[in-house]
């Protein structure tokens, strides 16, 4: 039975091969489903005994067979059950199928040797017939055929060994005759893809065996609109697929293996649903939406075939499943509509595995093994005692969650109160900090630590496509081995840390939008690991992981712009510009992508947030970092803050630049391309730093490390090149032989001399950090905010900190003379360690104005001025960890001290060490105070937290009550539900300078803050990245092609 | 890919060379815009306070007749402020005060601190535009006084150049008083006729919050001609002062009674305008080098006159040793009035004073006369100076600048400017004019660099010497 479906020109070949069949007894029913209705003279034709079938309509394969099977009896005036006339084998044979001439007649020798009810073909692709194209079929648990062969594959006999199938091949197959009357014929309602899967396993249950013929062959010809080829109008695999699964599970099984497949089936369909959303796979989602009512409606033909099966049942489910080999991963096959072709070594998982364990192995992960484990050495105090609270890297909250809620809330205590959030990354690190076991200075610890093996790693994954492990391990080794992070990480600089660690990946993310060699097909081959992708899937990967960088620090923008000005000035230099219009493209677009998952920052910024409150205070005084410094990338010795020595040796610095010169002296073609873009993101970095250095630059300045980053990254891009044509002769044509030899040594020497102030600086298992911090050396100071649910007279005692910004506690805002100051509430922790908007921080400007004044001599009352926000002490700071140990030294002016000395009313405190010159103030008053109205006297409030943004005020006096919190207008006041009315500052019966509300004594009342606003943003922004997601995981499932596959 | 490698290579090294050859190096600290100390600032501005201390004996010491601290409102407004009164034995007594503009509030504080010997008073002005002096007489007649303004600063160094202890008739004590809450701790070197004298009980000597301390150099170093003291605060800061008191019947038969605050500077440039040429009296300079280095030193005498030149006294002083130069009449007789520059000619920072006291051969019934006047380094463009008391001032204005001719404009409230007397002057580089000013009034002066200006008065109870007070944020360091 040949169902033809407007056939090419191929059909002539398909009747050809049926014509030439050598077996004995060969009846043609050609059904012609098609409308153009050419098929009865083509097989007259060719075979002229051929009965033909014209059907009105299209009804499926199934469906075609099944009536040209009956028009034909009828047309004959046969009874279906007369012996004489009715077929013993019916060959069911799609249209694209020319049969070799003994193709019949083997299978139904097979058929009768092997006594089996269906028979199927070798089926093989295309003319020459080298490839598989049909072995047949698994079914796994819930329904879903699964191919034996993977695409491609070639036709070694490997096969012919196992010739039991659960379902033969779809494009031709032998049923016995009185079988295929006895399971009730096709589906009808199969229309396409799955009818031969049923078929067979319908024959499974009544006993027949099923099996492939590997000596009869059919070759693949045509279009091929069967099998997975399918692309008829509304006949998806993805559509149909679910359909039939759910339909043949329900058919074929048993009631209750139907309700437990069916149940599961539903469970498939919910994850699948939300898959295909999330993938962008909509098709895929119609398809299993739509496969139940598909199926509710056609429930009564479901309900005949169950009786008809139950006639001819003979083999209960298990003995079906165990008859062949039942595929695993089916659970993901029904979610994703997708599973892994193997789970052997040929999966493509274990490749990867494999290809992951050979990258380790070789020179590439042998050095980044190498780098952790002296790194890991290095650090070892740090692991085991906790990072020292030195600049940024102070504690986390007693609550890590408070890290959320600041985020959340958009309001953070530091600063008397201030609503500018720090970075989104926060967030993420109090989650994670929630969610991990362990204590959480080690978890801060391991976060600060890993910005060295992510930075490495990213460079590892940016050089991967230059060369071999050689490469990528001078790569590593360069970037690992600058002394800048370790200068980050004495200095306690946070900012730096981040963008060492995130700029490499925005590198790569760069370089593949440009698309040159060796990271796409522009100007060579792309290199290994290197994935292409569409436009907008480079796009919104760039913005998302740019959006990731700035989640950690906004500050990445800076580096990440020299890094696209280095490749476009380099481009440009190097005579290839080729993708500069694309990289503009992916750059532009993903900035935008990154404005759209920040965009409350964005609107902040919109809306006059400074930029200054993005980077925080840094002091640069002009020429002090130098040239000699600056080509070292040696900040430790050139900084305002003076310390104990730098991590890197001064003359073995230079060596750094060694390996990566050789990228511009021996390279050629891509690779002195590559090395040139990789030199001139290294001279952008130069440049900003150079320009900041000389006093050039009015603006906020960002610390040198943090500029230098581009600087580091650049050379090891460099290293990469010059390694990787070290092991080409065509790189050094100009080189004798023997001479060649001489640059792989002087690279090795000059790495080496890199690494080594590395290694010589791990010994002392700190990597240059301090044994001790501030806070050790300030117990009294060092009292954590009052935690949820526990009492205070009057809130928490705020600290004022004076000193250079970077050895500051807590960031501070500028003071001026590169002196900043910066207000906590207690002990600073990691709320701390963000700028914010100076101007809606009315707190610190007054006790910044305060300090002004009393620096200036026009004050002897500085103690009431900052007393009026809470302040109980001042803290001079003049060295970032307490002496005798190492640290950064940052002397103050001697004005400071003697300022504060001659203040009337804060008490010097002595004996303390001479890293601090602290300063107690007896004017303070509480945070919280009910004001008497005779006395003016304050009288502290009894505060209780009941939650981050929220506490409990109980007066003790009668009076009006005032809070220093800021922002003002942001914290309600209500007593049982009901708001009193605020009086403004200076009211009759209010305070003098702060806005206040009447109250008794003995009143208990709610103060909560009002973060609807920055919730409703943070919403927004959740939103927004959700969408962006959505958006990348839709682009990049439209561009995956064979071509986006990774090459080995 | 077919890649140039000139261009970047050219572009490159250009970038290198060029930072090499164009970067400048580190530039020296900027100016932190702090101003140099004066002895006493008044701040003219109600956004800016004043804190002013001052020092002495009270009644209760033997030799003291009497001891007033004036309050001056020069404010167009009334004036709110608190004062303080610190005794000795730890009494302590705080009081408002509200001052109407142009008002004086007199304050004697003995009465708050009874039995106390020394009382340190604080004036806090949180509105500034108020002068805060004081006056201290001796007991008997011939014993002398003292008149002069208080002092605005603390400082945790202070130099006292000279004092006397030499026997009989000489009484000397220096006075520590520490007007905050935190305690002091000072480090005291003398350095008397033997040479350096430091002792352990001297070093961390403790002066309690809100006390002041005696420190009785006659007991201490005893019978020596001249007494030159270092105190160096180790922790906090304090006001030190020297009070002097000589009866007459001293070797030297002079008579009368000096406190004077001691220097909170060392400079390598100090200035001691308006030193007396009148018969009868003999002046000094006493030096003290407080630092280790030893250094090369002139003491320059510029006469008012500028064609008379005398010459400079040169002296080699060492580390941590002070000399006398006696302005004898062999060198400086007729050459009138001057005043006295003290260079050193290799930067080393030094302190100074001006000693100027009654001659034993000089005229009989004339006033007691011991005067010390600190030297300087610093000028102000703006001055006011309170005129009070029994007897005429004398106005001394130097320009101590080398280079720039100052142009002064003088001028009075609370009484009339003098007749006859200009009220504007062109003073010479190094040069100075005196101008008398009467006995009562507020002077104000007002320059067009920084001069130093010093109020001479004489009268029939006694002779002093003393700084005017300089107009807050005013001062500056003379031209070289």
Redesign the interface.
């Known amino acids: 039975v040949l169902v033809a479906h407007d056939p090419g020109e191929w059909f002539d070949d398909v009747l050809a091969g049926l014509a030439a069949q050598d077996h004995r007894q060969v009846h043609v029913l050609v059904v012609d489903a098609g409308r153009r209705r050419q098929v009865a003279a083509r097989v007259a034709d060719v075979l002229p005994d051929a009965e033909v079938v014209s059907l009105d309509d299209s009804p499926g394969f199934g469906a075609a067979v099944n009536l040209a099977l009956a028009e034909s009896a009828a047309r004959r005036g046969d009874s279906a059950t007369g012996p004489h006339m009715l077929p013993r084998f019916h060959l069911f044979l799609h249209d694209d199928v020319v049969l070799d001439g003994t193709a019949v007649r083997r299978m139904v020798e097979r058929a009768v040797a092997a006594n089996a009810g269906i028979v199927g073909p070798k089926v093989l692709a295309g003319g020459e017939g080298r490839l598989l194209d049909d072995m047949g079929s698994a079914v796994d648990r819930y329904g879903s055929p699964v191919p034996r062969i993977d695409a491609g594959e070639a036709d070694q006999g490997q096969y012919d060994g196992h010739p039991d199938v659960f379902a033969v091949a779809e494009a031709a197959m032998l049923v016995r005759a009185d079988l295929f009357a006895a399971v009730g014929g096709f589906d009808p309602e199969i229309r396409f893809l799955d009818g031969h899967v049923d078929l067979c396993w319908r024959a499974r249950l009544a006993g027949a065996a099923v099996t492939t013929a590997p000596t009869a062959v059919g070759r693949r010809v045509g279009g091929g609109d069967a099998g997975t080829g399918v692309r008829r109008r509304g006949a998806h695999p993805a559509i149909l697929r679910p359909r039939h699964r759910l339909r043949m599970s329900l058919a074929n099984q048993t009631a209750g293996r139907a309700v437990v497949v069916t149940a599961e089936l539903a469970v498939t369909t919910v994850l699948g649903v939300a898959y295909g959303l999330l993938a962008g796979r909509f098709r895929h989602v119609w398809g299993l939406l739509s496969a139940w009512p598909w199926n509710l409606r056609r429930r009564a033909g479901l309900r005949t075939r169950r009786q008809v099966m139950a006639l001819h049942r003979r083999v209960d489910d298990p003995s079906v499943a165990a008859g062949t080999h039942r595929p695993h991963h089916a659970f993901r096959r029904a979610v994703t509509g997708r599973a892994p072709h193997g789970t052997g070594p040929e999966a493509p998982g274990q490749v990867r595995f494999h290809h992951l364990w050979g990258a380790l192995l070789g020179p590439g992960g042998t050095a980044l093994m190498v780098s952790a484990a002296v790194l890991g050495f290095g650090a070892r105090h740090l692991v085991t005692r906790g990072l020292p609270a030195v600049g940024r890297f102070q504690a986390l909250p007693a609550d890590p969650l408070d890290l959320v809620r600041a985020w959340w809330q958009g309001w953070r205590p530091t600063g008397t109160g201030v609503a500018t959030p720090g970075p989104d990354g926060l967030a993420l690190l109090g989650v994670l900090a929630s969610l991990l076991p362990g204590s959480d200075h080690l978890v801060w610890t391991a976060v600060v630590l890993a910005a060295l093996p992510v930075g490495a790693l990213g460079v590892w994954r940016l050089v991967r496509p230059v060369g071999g492990g050689r490469s990528r391990a001078a790569a590593v080794l360069v970037y690992l081995a600058v002394p800048l992070p370790y200068d980050a990480l004495r200095e306690g600089r946070l900012a730096p840390l981040a963008v060492y660690a995130t700029l490499p990946w925005i590198a790569h993310r760069l370089a593949v939008a440009q698309g040159v060699a060796p990271y796409g097909h522009r100007g060579g081959d792309p290199g290994p690991g290197t994935r292409i992708r569409n436009l907008g899937s480079d796009i919104a990967l760039t913005g998302l992981v740019t959006a990731a960088a700035i989640a950690v620090s906004p500050t990445v923008v800076v580096p990440a712009l020299v890094v696209l000005a280095g490749l476009v000035v380099g481009s440009a230099l190097a005579g290839s510009p080729a993708g500069l219009g694309r990289l503009g493209a992916v750059a532009a677009g993903g900035a935008a992508v990154a404005a759209v998952v920040h965009l409350p920052l964005v609107l902040d910024l919109l809306g006059g947030r400074p930029l200054e409150s993005l980077a925080g205070p840094t002091t640069w005084s002009t020429g002090s970092l130098g040239y000699s410094a600056m080509f070292r990338l040696d900040t430790g010795a050139g900084s305002l803050a003076t310390g104990p020595g730098t991590f890197g040796i001064d003359r073995i610095g230079w060596a750094v630049l060694v390996v990566p010169v050789l990228a511009l002296l021996t390279t050629s073609g891509w690779r002195l391309a590559l090395g040139i873009r990789a030199w001139f993101v290294t001279a952008g970095g130069f440049a900003s730093v150079w320009i900041v250095d000389q006093g050039w630059s009015h603006g906020p300045v960002l610390p040198a490390e943090l500029l230098l980053v581009p600087v580091a990254l650049g050379l090891a891009w460099a290293a990469a090149a010059a390694v990787a044509a070290m092991g080409t002769t065509i790189a050094t044509p100009r080189l004798r032989p023997g001479r060649r030899s001489v640059v792989p040594a002087i690279a090795a020497l000059s790495l080496a001399l890199t690494v080594l102030p590395v290694v010589v600086g791990s010994l002392d298992g700190r990597l240059g950090m301090p044994d001790a911090d501030l806070p050790s050396a300030l117990p009294f100071l060092a009292e954590p905010r009052t935690a949820v649910g526990n009492s205070t007279r009057g809130g928490d005692d705020r600290v004022v900190w004076v000193g250079e910004p970077s050895i500051l506690p807590a960031v501070g805002v500028p003071l001026g003379d590169g002196v900043a100051l910066a207000v906590t509430d207690g002990r600073p922790d990691l709320l701390d360690q963000w700028p914010y908007r100076l101007d809606r921080a009315p707190g610190v400007e007054e006790i910044r104005a305060g300090l002004s004044e009393a620096l200036a001599g026009h004050t002897n009352r500085l103690g009431a001025a900052l007393g009026a926000w809470g302040v109980g002490h001042v803290v001079l700071v003049e060295r970032s960890a307490p002496a005798p140990h190492e640290a950064v030294e940052a002397p103050l002016p001697a004005n400071y001290a003697a300022a504060l000395t001659r203040q009337l009313d804060l008490v010097r405190i002595e004996g303390l060490n001479r890293a601090v010159t602290i300063f107690s103030n007896i004017a303070r008053r509480p945070v919280h105070a009910v004001v008497r109205d005779r006395t003016g006297r304050h009288v502290p409030a009894v505060v209780t937290p009941l939650a981050y943004d929220r506490l409990e005020i109980l007066t003790g006096a009668d009076g009006a009550l005032r809070w220093t919190v800021g922002p003002a207008e942001s914290w309600s006041f209500s007593i049982d539900g009901v708001h009193p009315p605020i009086m403004a500052a200076g009211a009759t019966g209010g305070v003098v300078d702060r806005p206040s509300v009447r109250v008794a004594s003995g009143t208990t009342g709610l103060l909560v803050h009002d973060g609807r606003v920055a919730r409703s943003r943070r919403l927004l922004q959740v939103m927004a990245l959700c969408s962006v997601l959505l958006l990348a995981s839709w682009v990049r499932t439209e561009g995956d092609t064979d071509e986006g596959r990774d090459r080995p | 890919?077919?890649?140039?490698?000139a261009?970047?290579?050219v572009?490159?090294v250009a970038?290198a060379v060029g930072?090499?050859v164009f970067?400048?190096?580190?530039?020296s600290?900027?100016d932190?815009?702090?101003l140099p100390p004066l002895h006493a600032g008044v701040?003219l501005t109600a956004?800016?306070?004043d804190?002013w201390f001052c020092v002495g004996p009270t009644v209760a010491l033997d030799g003291v007749d009497e001891r007033v601290v004036t309050l001056t409102s020069i404010s167009d407004e009334a004036t709110d402020g608190w004062v303080t009164v610190i005794g000795n034995l730890g009494s302590e007594v705080e009081r408002a005060f509200r001052l109407e503009p142009g008002a004086r509030l007199e304050i004697r504080p003995g009465p708050f601190v009874p039995r106390a010997t020394f009382a340190g008073v604080?004036v806090?002005v949180?509105g500034g535009r108020v002068l805060v002096d004081q006056r201290l007489a001796g007991q008997g007649s011939g014993v002398g006084v003292e008149v002069g303004p208080c002092g605005t600063i603390?400082?945790?160094v202070w130099q006292v150049p000279w004092a006397t202890t030499a026997q009989p008739g000489n009484r000397a004590m220096l006075l520590l008083y520490n007007?905050?809450?935190?305690?002091a701790?000072a480090d005291l070197r003398f350095i008397g006729d033997l040479g350096r004298r430091e002792t352990l009980d001297r070093q961390g000597v403790v002066v309690a919050?809100r006390s002041i301390s005696v420190f009785d150099l006659s007991e201490r170093i005893p019978d020596s001609s001249v007494v030159s003291a270092t105190v160096d605060v180790r922790?906090?800061?304090v006001v030190a002062a020297r009070l002097q008191i000589a009866d007459g019947s001293g070797p030297d038969g002079s008579s009368g009674l000096a406190l004077t605050l001691g220097a909170p500077e060392v400079s390598p440039r100090l200035f001691l305008p308006g030193v007396p040429s009148a018969a009868g009296l003999g002046s000094s300079v006493v030096v003290l080098n407080p630092g280790d280095e030893t250094t090369e030193l002139e003491v320059l005498v510029r006469p008012a006159a500028t064609e008379v030149f005398v010459e400079p006294y040169r002296i080699t002083l060492r580390g941590r040793q002070r000399e006398v130069v006696d302005l004898g009449p062999d060198r400086l007789d007729g050459i009138g009035p001057y005043s006295v520059e003290v260079r050193s000619l290799d930067g080393v920072p030094l302190a100074a004073s001006l000693v100027t006291r009654q001659v034993a051969d000089g005229q009989e019934g004339g006033p007691a006369g011991l005067s010390v006047l600190p030297a300087v380094g610093v000028g102000a463009t703006g001055w006011r100076i309170r005129l009070q008391g029994r007897a005429d001032a004398t106005l001394v204005i130097a320009n101590p600048g080398a280079t720039t001719i100052a142009t002064v404009s003088l001028s009075t409230t609370g009484a009339e400017w003098p007749a006859g007397v200009p009220d504007r002057f062109e003073i010479d580089p190094a040069g100075q004019i005196q101008v008398p000013v009467g006995a009562d009034g507020l002077v104000l002066v007002s320059a067009s660099v920084p001069v130093v200006v010093v109020v001479r008065r004489s009268g029939p109870d006694g002779r002093t010497t003393a700084l005017g007070v300089a107009v807050?944020g005013s001062q500056a360091r003379p031209a070289p």
């Open positions: 890919m077919n890649a140039v490698r261009p970047a290579v572009v490159l970038m930072a090499a970067g400048t190096g580190p530039t600290t900027p932190t815009g702090v701040s956004e800016s306070g804190l604080t806090e949180p603390t400082s945790d007007p905050f809450r935190a305690p701790i919050g922790v906090g800061q807050a």
